[in-house]
T-cell receptor, first 117, second 116 residues
Framework: GAVVSQHPSWVICKSGTSVKIECRSL??????MFWYRQFPKQSLMLMAT?????????EQGVEKDKFLINHASLTLSTLTVTSAHPEDSSFYIC?????????????FGSGTQLSVL | AQKVTQAQTEISVVEKEDVTLDCVYE???????LFWYKQPPSGELVFLIR??????QNEISGRYSWNFQKSTSSFNFTITASQVVDSAVYFC?????????????FGKGTKLSVKP
């Protein structure tokens, strides 16, 4: 079964509204989670690294005020797209790093399709 | 600069055919890691393999096999006797950050369609 739960799977919103996407690790603690963005027929692009209890690290070109990341617990990271516009429409996918076995494993969520009207 | 190129955008095969997905990478580091992921229609990425730059041994796992050639900077993925369930988008990825899967550079993916 899935070990990383991402919610919602899809969301349609009006331009100017904010949308929150949740990423949960279900049976392990994830001090680090990652957020990616994927345009149709394009690759995944890392947006930011979410660290539990500290500020997220954003990749170059990603607006931190636009894409707010909160990682308040060891099992939950949220991405909020603030004042969404049609150009923010994309597939957003998270991943969580599991170090519990002594060897790094990365598990991905099932993604969120965001459509901004 | 780091870069991963998957030249094949889409491939269509008939069930039981063998298919090879190409991946060419660029990096200036001597230590790096290469990955393959599968993204089925449901969206989540499924980890398939991780290979470090010092290990050029080819690997076979069931119907899957990988051919790592440092001389040509390629890390190709072959599915033998393909099945309909293999239909997905496959991504090749590169990491220079000590193998961390978080700091991955992905290729654009190859969409594989296996028809019955």
């Amino acid at each position: 079964g899935a070990v990383v739960s991402q919610h919602p799977s899809w969301v349609i919103c009006k331009s100017g509204t904010s949308v929150k996407i949740e990423c949960r690790s279900l049976d392990f603690q994830a001090t680090t989670m990652f957020w990616y963005r994927q345009f149709p027929k394009q690759s995944l692009m890392l947006m930011a690294t979410s660290n539990e209890g500290s500020k997220a690290t954003y990749e170059q070109g990603v607006e931190k005020d636009k894409f707010l990341i909160n990682h308040a617990s060891l099992t939950l990271s949220t991405l909020t797209v603030t004042s969404a516009h049609p150009e923010d429409s994309s597939f957003y996918i998270c991943s969580a790093r599991d170090l519990s076995s002594g060897r790094e494993k990365l598990f991905f969520g099932s993604g969120t399709q965001l459509s901004v009207l | 600069a780091q870069k991963v190129t998957q030249a094949q955008t889409e491939i269509s095969v008939v069930e039981k055919e063998d298919v090879t997905l190409d991946c060419v990478y660029e990096t200036r580091d001597t230590t790096y890691y290469l990955f393959w992921y599968k993204q089925p229609p449901s969206g989540e990425l499924v980890f398939l393999i991780r290979r470090n730059s010092f290990d050029e041994q080819n690997e076979i796992s069931g119907r899957y096999s990988w051919n790592f050639q440092k001389s040509t900077s390629s890390f190709n993925f072959t599915i033998t006797a393909s099945q309909v369930v293999d239909s997905a988008v496959y991504f090749c990825a590169l990491s220079e950050s000590g193998g961390s899967q978080g700091n991955l550079i992905f290729g654009k993916g190859t969409k594989l369609s296996v028809k019955p």
